[in-house]
């Protein structure tokens, strides 16, 4: 499985990507786990309602499995519903 983390916006507008391969990351096992407890490719690609402000970090995660690919786009605006997200994106970052 692969995962990839890309930002996009904030105040100075530097885009990041973080990526991990679960095959050969020693975080493999959790984060998979971790992806299937949160129902991953069934939720939904983005928010209902995307803040406004260019200043905002934006992040998609991407997940490919099994010749399936789903992404999942937050915002953090602090936004109790994209908390889960966040909690998932830290766990990436620290693979």
Known sequence: MKISATSSGGFAGITRQHEVDTATS????ALEAELASRAFFANPRGAAEEPVG??????TITVD???ERHSV???EDG??????????LDRILAA
């Not at 020693?26 to 096992?29: D, E, I, L, N």
């Not at 260019?54 to 992040?59: K, T």
């Open 26 to 29: 020693p975080a493999g096992q």
């Open 54 to 59: 260019a200043d905002i970090p934006r992040w």
């Open 65 to 67: 499995a099994d010749g």
């Open 73 to 75: 786009s937050f915002a």
């Open 79 to 88: 936004n109790p519903a994209n908390a889960r997200w966040r909690e998932l």
